[in-house]
């Protein structure tokens, strides 16, 4: 009965917030609110950057890559962007993390501040709130699907999105309200073993399933081919040379500049913990990509390679794992996996825009230092601020998905607009000591404009990736965007160039924020 796992997953969303609550305990300064005092142990880190990285759209369409992903372009090909997430994040953990560290810094943009001023920290920081707003909108949707699929097989079809948006992200803001950073660090971590267990159950079922001789067929068919040297390098995203470079650049920018993943990395005790929980990371990440590429073999195996839509009748491609997961799994082991689903959507992003509202914002507008519990309150009043927002834009996306219009393409090209422009501000004040706020400010806000016309505007050929016009249509059958793994890149080019450029106006450098070296002998 479809009863008892609706019963799991309502448990799960009772049950994990309280948890949330009970592990965060009281919150008695700012700083335990928003970096849990430094005290976090490294190895729960790095399961809740994991956690926080990973949405419901991640879980349900990795395994269609696999299943969908001709012999041409080979099945495992996906992993060699996790390769680039690896490398990308060992670079950051040793440029950017000890820059934050050392500083004593509550968000990423206070960086930005101390090397330029208020202005680029604040611009840095209402980019970062207004992308997160747009992204967590759409995983916070997202994660509603599955839930309603659930109530249609109880029939109860007519339960608004709306509905279930709001009870997802009431259980969202109650930790996260309550127990403050701590809490989200641990909730994230357990729900991520969670999802993988889930993983792991729907393997055994799976492999119960299955003919002889499945595996040597996936193999004649490449389903496990991972490196792709052929396609072309601009038109393909898992192309090895794009996939690598572009996935580094990707995570150097996410997992460097994005307060949602660093508020995490700051909440450990020192400069060494926070780079085995981020490049701890990357190597769980890439292993993650693999259990669920590898499910997506067995659904191939499984359903005989049978076109989602047009053979076995769903609505789209991701349909096929939740689908496999309601209609072939018993009643209680689908709850358990679903909620698993659940728990990768439900990292809290709430704290991360809290902090970075207070910090960067709220502290630059007023015209007198906030005292600690100023701060915390604030930060507890802007938690529910940002959590109403979430849901509203997550609610709109419901309204949009009910019209028809796809909400998935999007989501996928949010980051593009400005994850290059983040990362970009950060290297100019490291790479270039001559530059100024003006400086950084000019190149971040031409680096949007400009990656809006690539992204929107510029096509290539899908067979060949030639350059093939500008067209602010929507990609052919034959044409193509840039893939998206360049984006990023593009962004940062662009950034450095105009910054770097505009610093030459200036004859003297600007002094550098200190080192952990010279912090520490300072505060000594």
């Not at 501040?113 to 759409?138: C, H, P």
């Not at 607009?417 to 400010?441: H, K, V, Y």
Request: aromatic fraction near 12%; include cysteine; charge should be positive.
């Amino acid at each position: 009965m479809r009863v008892l796992d609706l019963a799991i997953i309502a448990i799960f969303l009772v049950g994990m917030p309280l948890l949330g609550v009970l592990i965060g305990g009281r919150q008695k300064s700012s700083d335990d609110y928003f970096v849990g005092e430094s005290k976090i142990s490294w190895w729960v880190v790095c399961l809740s950057v994991v956690s926080a990285e990973t949405s419901t759209l991640t879980v349900l369409s990795v395994p269609t890559v696999a299943y969908l992903a001709t012999p041409e372009a080979g099945g495992m090909t996906f992993l060699s962007l996790a390769l680039g997430y690896v490398i990308g994040r060992i670079v950051v953990s040793f440029v950017l993390l000890p820059k934050y560290i050392a500083g004593d810094l509550v968000t990423a943009y206070a960086f930005l501040g101390k090397r330029f001023g208020n202005g680029i920290q604040s611009t840095a920081s209402v980019t970062f709130l207004f992308t997160r707003l747009l992204a967590d909108g759409l995983r916070l949707f997202a994660t509603a699907i599955p839930i309603k699929v659930v109530l249609a097989e109880l029939g109860m079809p007519d339960v608004s999105y709306w509905w279930i948006v709001v009870a997802l992200g009431v259980a969202m803001v109650v930790y996260s309200y309550f127990g403050g950073v701590r809490a989200v660090v641990w909730v994230d971590a357990i729900q991520m073993l969670w999802y993988i267990l889930g993983a792991a159950v729907v393997i055994i079922a799976l492999a119960g399933k299955l003919p002889d001789g499945w595996f040597g067929k996936a193999v004649d068919a490449d389903k496990f081919q991972l490196f792709d040297v052929s396609s072309p390098l601009l038109s393909n995203q898992y192309a090895l040379i794009t996939a690598v470079i572009g996935g580094a650049v990707l995570s150097m920018s996410s997992h460097g500049a994005d307060q949602l993943i660093v508020q995490r990395l700051m909440a450990t005790k020192d400069v060494k913990a926070s780079q085995k929980a981020l490049i701890g990371s990357g190597v769980v990440v890439f292993f993650q990509f693999a259990l669920f590429l590898f499910i997506g073999v067995m659904l191939w195996a499984f359903y005989q390679g049978a076109s989602p839509t047009k053979a076995l009748g769903l609505g789209n491609n991701d349909e096929l794992f939740p689908t496999f997961i309601i209609r072939e799994l018993p009643s209680g082991w689908s709850g358990f996996v679903l909620a698993g689903i659940l728990a990768a959507a439900l990292s809290s992003s709430l704290g991360a825009l809290a902090s970075s509202t207070v910090t960067d914002v709220i502290q630059k507008v007023k015209r007198r230092p906030l005292t600690d519990s100023e701060v915390l309150r604030q930060g507890r009043v802007w938690t529910l601020v940002w959590a109403a927002i979430l849901t509203v834009f997550a609610g709109l996306f419901a309204t949009f998905f009910e019209r028809g219009q796809p909400i998935v393409e999007q989501g996928l090209s949010i980051a593009g607009f400005t994850s290059g422009a983040l990362l970009g501000a950060f290297l100019l004040g490291l790479m270039f000591r001559r530059a100024r706020q003006f400086d950084a400010i000019v190149a971040f806000l031409v680096t949007v404009v400009v990656m809006a016309f690539v992204i929107l505007g510029l096509k290539f050929t899908k067979a060949t990736g030639a350059f093939a016009g500008v067209d602010f249509g929507k990609p052919t059958a034959t044409s193509v965007s840039l893939a998206y793994p360049w984006y990023p890149v593009v962004g940062v080019v662009i950034t450095l160039v105009v910054g770097g450029l505009l610093s030459l106006r200036h004859r003297t450098p600007v002094d550098p924020p200190p080192t952990e070296e010279q912090a520490s002998a300072k505060a000594a």
